[in-house]
């Protein structure tokens, strides 16, 4: 259960990003978040494993406060949340296995790091975390040698070697086109019925949503505008969500 | 809106008006600028043109440029032919008949002669272009140069033949001999060879080539580890909690005293074991003893966060300084066995090598043990304190940060006030550390008591700014004024050395004792006000101590610090290599972290939310983003301190540009020459390569 409480979050620019926001998700939910470019969607998941720190407001996640934790905590919970990223955010001079493999590093004597030295039991997970994503045979490419798609299914791998307990998404088939956004939405949804993982994925198109998510949360202006089931959403709570000359296209 | 509309047009014709003005006056204040900058070089168009400069740059050009690099050995080609003095009756000139084999010979005409008169002489299949000169030989057999149009030597033409007129000497009594002329030419033999300026430059050469490979290699890990404090993208975020770091900051010296006799003690006692000072039974027994050890401290990051885990990871930090001393110890006792060991051809250069490590080690081990002891210290401090900093009471907070805060202040100022006890201008220092922690303590004042932790608005963050800047001044000049600053900057006199307090090993004088006594109080207000909750920003004081001391290092030429270095160490090499390191380190150092400050932060993004800890995000995320980069400003530092060592000799630091000194200060521009010529080429060739691995990197 991820519980978070009035969260805030003001950029030093005075920027209000989020505007207490206070959510319920139970364990095993597909949650997608929609909202316009600057709604609050990023800062939001940002702020669940704190790559951003928020400004007010509590985030619990199975009854640790993880606003509270401190450094060396926090290293424990965020190994336990695996993160994939609009822009893949892979090291594109890295091998493929390197990349996945760095996914662990969580959950490693940090003494190893000064050696490169990954123990064989972690390549061996690393392989079948590429097995899983269907890439087995570009262990050895660079990353920037693969596809946008295949690029993301590496950073799904690479999530997978810290065996997350939830996955957040950062728009991830925002650079993808329609074809590969399906293939990759495919794995999280995968993720999220055979591993029971939790997955909250902030997304452009509501059609994607609509297809994959248990449940839609709309932000506006860092404000929840809607929190339901994707099949309540109708023309008017688009249009609500989206703004007045929005029109809802699909994505196929 | 409407309003403005209609009025617009007036104003921006006005404002062209002005910005032209403006442009003028940039204009003629540029050209004033430029004009002062010609008279304050002296440049002269008058000079150039006297004729005796004139002559004086050509020849040291036409020297410059006849490098004297080649030589080659003469034999003295001598052909002659009979002379009579006074004809007798009926003499004919006998006719000269060529010799079958080409070799040369001379013909005279007429073959007799009185004394003054001029007889002709020939010359066939000699070398071309090359100097002769025809000596008489009279009936005594002395010799005589006879000169030829007022000279000594002519020239023998292209074709190999010549013809010249002789006068027949005056000698006295010397009518009716039979003398002869002989003509003498100085003929190349053997193959051209090297000049011994050549050779000596060639050896110099090589000196000068490794002198700048060795300092450059030798800064590349220092340069590398400071570029990460130097990059801003990295460290800005970091911070810690105030009460933390105070925790640090005063076990710092203390485990830096204990570790510098402790641990020191350790390494020494396993050099010495490990050099062969001991038995060598001992020693592989101490070998096995700390690689298992080393082996059984493998452990993995605790999973618990109980305070018996972190007393029990506090014990292990401990244990592992011991092995990672003993390990530098066990190196560097190696290192000297090996030195000791081979001495002869290629493993004896090897062993000196391996030698010089091993006993920079045994040098450096009491800071070597006094690093660790700290960092060891400070680890385990914080490990334990962290908890208990993190539930205490606001109030609590205050006044422990109100003492370690003191405490820290006073331990500041205190160093910095010993280093600036060395040297009159030193003492800036003092003044300049205090002025930056009392520019902290009015802002975090009015955060706390005016704004009570609302949003800073505009007007908040500029009147924080004022106070800042008042604090600043206000400390500075107290400080200044209390330390007497000023006078010894004046008069170059140090503060008087006497104990005011002394404690165990350690005799603190009046002066330290009044900079730490600033540092108490200041530190004291900072941190009561702040509370040991509050987030100090260490990556930007890291970053921005970094920062100054890089710039400042690299605004000292390497031909000053070489200066300094061959006071030091002696003229020779070795006086240009540390010039020349601490220059690249200071340089290489900007550079590198330039790079860090250009890479995606794509990659540290992800690994901090796998939890990975900041080493293992700075290894995977950042290191293979800057290897290239790294590589090419390295090879580009390689070929700056090729070009540098060949003038650090000019003040003595080895190399080539020693020799060229020389050969200029004796005028001798055709040794001179030689150098400039292995000079160009040299720097063509490492420019050539550097450019061609960057481009292959970048």
Known sequence: MLKIENLTKIYDNGF????????????????????????????????????????????????????????????????????????????????????????????????????????????????????????????????????????????IARALMQEPEMMLADEPVASLDPATSHSVMKYLELLNKEDGLTVLCSLHFLSLARAYSDRVIALKDGRIEYDGPPSDIDDDRFRQIYGEEAVEVEIH | MTQANPSSPAPSRSRAALRRTLILIAVAIVLVIFAYGWQVTEINLERPQEPVRQTNVTNALRELLSPNVLTQDYATLAVSIPFQIDCPEGFETPPVTPPADGTPYIAVEPACASSSETVTLTGYNFASNVLARVTWIDGDEQRRIRQVDGQDNFTIGLNGTFSVSIEVP????????????????????????????????????????????????????????????????????????????????????????????LLSEVGGFV??????????????????????????????????????????????????????????????????LAGRTFTEGIPGVLGNFVGSLGRLIELSLPFIGGAIGAFALTNVGTALTIDALKTISPAVSRVIGGA????????????????????????????????????????????????????????????????????TIAVFAFTFVQLNVFRAMVEGTLPPNDVALALPGLNISTYVLTAMGIGLVLGAVGGAIAGTRAAFPVGSVLYSMTRTILNGLRAIEPLIMGLVFVIWVGIGPFAGVLALTLHSIASLGKLYSEQIENIDTGPIEALESTGANRLQTIMYAVVPQIIPPYIAFTMYRWDINVRMSTIIGFVGGGGVGFLLQQQINLLRYRDAGVAVLAIAIVVSILDYASAAIRERYV
């Open chain 1, 16 to 155: 209000k990003a989020l505007d207490n926001v206070s959510l319920e998700i139970p364990d095993g939910q597909f949650v997608a978040i929609i909202g316009l470019s600057g709604s609050g969607k990023s800062t939001l998941l940002r702020c669940i494993n704190r790559l951003i720190d928020p400004t007010e407001g509590r985030i619990i996640w199975n009854g640790i406060d993880i606003t509270a934790a401190t450094d060396d905590e926090l290293r424990l919970i965020r190994r336990r949340i695996g993160m994939i990223f609009q822009q893949f955010n892979l090291v594109k001079r890295a091998s493929v296995l390197t990349n996945v493999m760095s996914g662990r590093l969580g959950y490693l004597n940090p003494v190893y790091a000064l050696f490169n030295y990954f123990p064989s039991k972690e390549r061996d997970r690393a392989m079948k975390a590429l097995t899983r994503v269907g890439i087995p045979e570009k262990a050895r490419n660079r990353a920037s040698a693969l596809s946008g798609g295949q690029q993301q299914r590496v950073g």
């Open chain 2, 271 to 336: 050099l010495r074991l490990a050099s062969g000072q001991g038995g060598g039974v001992e020693t592989t027994g101490l070998s096995l003893l700390v690689l298992g050890a080393a082996v059984a401290a493998r452990r993995m990051p605790t999973s618990t966060l109980s305070f018996e885990a972190r007393l029990r990871s506090a014990a292990m930090t401990l244990i592992g300084a011991v092995i990672v001393v003993a390990l530098i110890g066990l190196i560097g006792g190696l290192g000297l």
């Open chain 2, 170 to 261: 005056r000698i006295r009594g010397s009518a009716g001999e039979l003398h002869a002329l002989e003509v003498q030419q100085a003929v190349p033999s053997g193959v051209p060879r090297f000049t011994d300026t050549t050779r000596e430059v060639l050896d110099k050469m090589v000196e000068t080539i490794f002198l700048a490979l060795i300092a450059t290699a030798i800064s590349i890990l220092p340069s590398a580890i400071l570029s990460f404090f130097a990059a801003h993208n990295l460290m800005r975020a970091v911070r810690m909690s105030l009460g933390n770091l105070l925790v640090m900051f005063t076990l710092l010296p203390l485990g830096f005293l204990v570790g510098g006799v």
């Open chain 2, 404 to 471: 370690l805060g003191g405490l820290g202040g006073a331990i500041v100022l205190g160093m910095s006030a010993t280093v600036g006890m060395s040297a009159a201008w030193l003492g800036l220092l003092t003044p300049v550390v205090a002025a930056i922690m009392g520019g902290a303590i009015l802002p975090l004042l009015f955060r706390r008591v005016v704004m009570h932790g609302r949003r800073s608005t505009q007007s908040d963050r500029l009147l924080m700014s004022a106070l800042g800047w008042i604090g």
